[in-house]
């Protein structure tokens, strides 16, 4: 399957990191009536490439990472843990527009709150000012303390 030229479409848009969009290349194929085909990327292939076909059954037997009859989307890591949801890609992204060739196909974990990791396994530690951060007296966390050494004594005196 080759090509004659690349073509490009725009695929991310609004996004913090990419804020004029990003694109993807695409094969400029046609077909045997000489019709230009879109996006024709990724082909067709049996259980997607991503497993093997069990000729008795079938059916594909997916590799590790995939899942669906024909091993067509990337699935959720330990099945998010319990922790979460498996979603697809282009819900994870939020605001930002995701229309990569992968959008409806590649699917990761949205985790519960004080969940993290790709498989939701990790347990979050809370969040809090660093309590050494003093901006002005209205944030100070810590007193402030000043050793006096006099006589063989040690005196403390804080603030």
């Known amino acids: 399957m080759s090509a004659d030229s690349l073509t ?11 804020p ?6 695409f094969p400029s194929m046609k077909d045997s009536d000489d019709n230009v085909l879109d996006e024709t990327a990724h082909y067709y292939m049996e259980c997607s ?19 669906g009859s024909a091993c067509q989307r990337a699935s959720c890591p330990e099945g998010c843990s319990g ?9 994870l992204a939020g605001d930002v527009t995701y229309a990569l060739w992968d959008t ?8 519960d709150p004080g969940y993290s990791g790709a498989d ?5 530690c809370k969040y809090g000012i660093d309590p050494a951060y003093v901006d002005d007296d ?3 966390r810590v007193s402030e303390q000043f050793y006096e050494i006099s006589g063989g004594h040690i005196f403390v005196v804080c603030l």
């Not at 004029?20 to 290349?25: D, N, W």
């Not at 490439?49 to 899942?67: H, M, S, T, W």
């Not at 590649?106 to 985790?111: P, V």
Request: charged content about 25%; proline content about 0%; some cysteine.
């Open 8 to 18: 490009t479409g725009t695929v991310i848009s609004g996004s913090a990191v990419y």
């Open 20 to 25: 004029f969009g990003t694109e993807e290349l």
């Open 49 to 67: 490439n991503k497993g093997l076909c069990d000729r008795k059954e079938g059916q594909c037997e997916c590799f590790d990472g995939y899942e």
């Open 83 to 91: 922790h979460g949801t498996c979603e697809h890609i282009e819900t």
């Open 104 to 111: 409806g196909m590649t699917m990761g974990c949205k985790c």
């Open 120 to 124: 939701c396994s990790g347990k979050d």
């Open 138 to 140: 209205a944030t100070a």
